[in-house]
């Protein structure tokens, strides 16, 4: 009787339950069926770009496709924007006079802009064509090259080349990276992207990271890409483009990455990326936090902006040119980081705030499994991927190989910040600020032909 009694007043109970008590139910079902919702999204974002875990399988075992050699010559005008950089700006250029292409058929043009040091002078005195320009209110690389190519095209018209390379300030060529690219050129390929190299990697762990991150573009990317036959994505510098693609409606690439919104908008108009591994050029990459952080967070916005810019004429291009390229780059230029990052993180610490003012509305243990397992994976997986790039890329690699080793254990940071670059550039004033280059290495003593400085 008892029993009975007590499960009658655990009915009466249930039934006549203060209203929180449903309410707490329902939220508690609520909760649950959003979770599984967002377990679905990313289960099938994963089938959608499986495909890049098979990159990546490819990019390590696979040789660089290869160009033929040609006979060809084009006449080349060699781009650069700089900015107060007379540190490093006339090591590029020499490179650039040390091809063993014609130099008769290279002419280097230099934007300084808003300089407030020796650029200018420095690069006349080794031979460019220099323009200056001040524009404070459009002070970044997108808009100097548009200034610098108006000047070009009223100079010189832009017929009178027939392609242009672009490089940043802080760059520095292999003897034959210009015979290289010609000859992607020469093979009909008309926007070429090279092999980007790190000049600096063993300074730090911050500058090892961008160097893994660039080889880890190499193989999970540029080279599957270019085995299989398809088109991939500029990275900021060291390509050319057909200067007929240009003549054809001037330059109009200004975002916060122009890269992306140029090799974009190329891709929308059926026109793909070329990847030329044999041309290697080096790089100088960011040696504080500070400065990563908000580099990496302008690339973030510049992303984000880029896709919904861009992202639907790159998706249409994947039915009308019927093209595994505009697959492919979609989901490149999607902000999957961002899109993962507020489901796996964002999702779940709002649902733990709710089930603070909403007591067993909802077991968020599993959850908080899930949020570790989605941090766990994600460093496991850096980890790995990470050393793949560093073993497959090791001959470019200029680092002691225990120290080499070391930096590569640290380098899951790099991709980790995603959460925080990601939100910050939703909601914080994102600019283009210059970056300092100081490293006077020079392409001689990164090849072996001269003696590295102390």
């Not at 107060?84 to 590029?92: K, M, R």
């Not at 500058?207 to 999970?220: D, K, T």
């Not at 390509?239 to 693609?245: A, T």
């Not at 779940?348 to 968020?364: C, E, L, N, Q, T």
């Amino acid at each position: 009787m008892d029993a009975l009694l007590s499960s009658e007043r655990g009915c009466a109970i249930l039934i006549s339950a203060p209203a929180a008590a449903p309410e707490s139910l329902r939220a508690g079902i609520l909760m649950q069926l959003i979770d599984k919702i967002c377990t679905v999204i990313l289960g099938v974002f994963a089938v959608l770009t499986f495909y890049k875990t098979v990159y990546k399988a490819v990019g390590f075992f696979a040789r660089p496709k290869r160009f033929p050699k040609t006979d060809k010559r084009f006449r080349y005008a060699v781009l650069i924007a700089a900015r107060n950089e007379e540190a490093v700006v006339a090591n590029l250029i020499d490179s650039i006079r040390a091809q063993t292409y014609p130099a008769g058929l290279v002419t280097v043009f230099v934007v300084a802009d808003n300089c407030s040091d020796k650029t200018a002078e420095l690069c006349r005195a080794h031979g460019a064509v220099v323009y200056e320009r001040q524009d404070p209110s459009r002070a970044r690389k997108g808009w100097a090259l548009r200034f610098l190519i108006q000047n070009i095209e009223r100079d010189y018209t832009l017929e009178a080349f027939d392609a242009f390379f672009i490089f940043d300030a802080d760059n520095l060529l292999a003897p034959d990276f210009i015979e290289r690219m010609n000859e992607a050129f020469a093979a009909g390929n008309r926007v070429v992207t090279s092999y980007r190299n790190t000049k600096n990697f063993g300074t730090n762990p911050i500058s090892a990271a961008y160097g893994v991150h660039f080889y880890l573009n190499s193989m999970a990317y540029h080279r599957p890409r270019s085995v299989l036959g398809l088109g991939t994505h500029l990275t900021g510098t060291g390509y050319m483009i057909d200067s007929r693609l240009i003549a054809d409606g001037g330059w109009h690439y200004t975002n916060l990455t122009e890269d992306d919104e140029l090799s974009s908008t190329l891709a929308g108009k059926g026109v793909f990326v070329a990847y030329c591994e044999a041309a290697e050029f080096y790089d100088e990459q960011p040696v504080d936090f500070k400065t990563a952080l908000r580099q990496r967070t302008r690339w973030a916005r510049g992303r984000i902006v880029n896709f919904f810019k861009n992202g639907l004429r790159v998706g249409a291009g994947i039915f009308r040119y019927r093209s595994l390229t505009c697959y492919d780059l979609f989901f490149h230029y999607f902000p999957y980081g961002l899109f993962t990052w507020i489901i796996g993180i964002v999702y779940p610490a709002v649902s733990f705030v709710y089930g603070f003012f909403h007591p067993g509305a909802y077991d968020y243990s599993h959850m908080l499994w899930n949020v570790a397992l989605l941090l766990g994976s994600k460093y496991v997986s850096s980890l790995l991927f990470g050393f793949m790039a560093v073993v497959r890329e090791r001959r470019h690699i200029r680092c002691a190989p225990v120290k080499t080793f070391f930096y590569t254990l640290l380098y899951p940071w790099f991709p980790m910040i995603s959460v925080y670059v990601y939100i910050a550039a939703l909601f914080l004033d994102v600019r283009w600020t210059p970056i300092v280059h100081s490293d006077r290495t020079t392409i001689d003593e990164l090849t072996g032909q001269g003696k590295a400085r102390p």
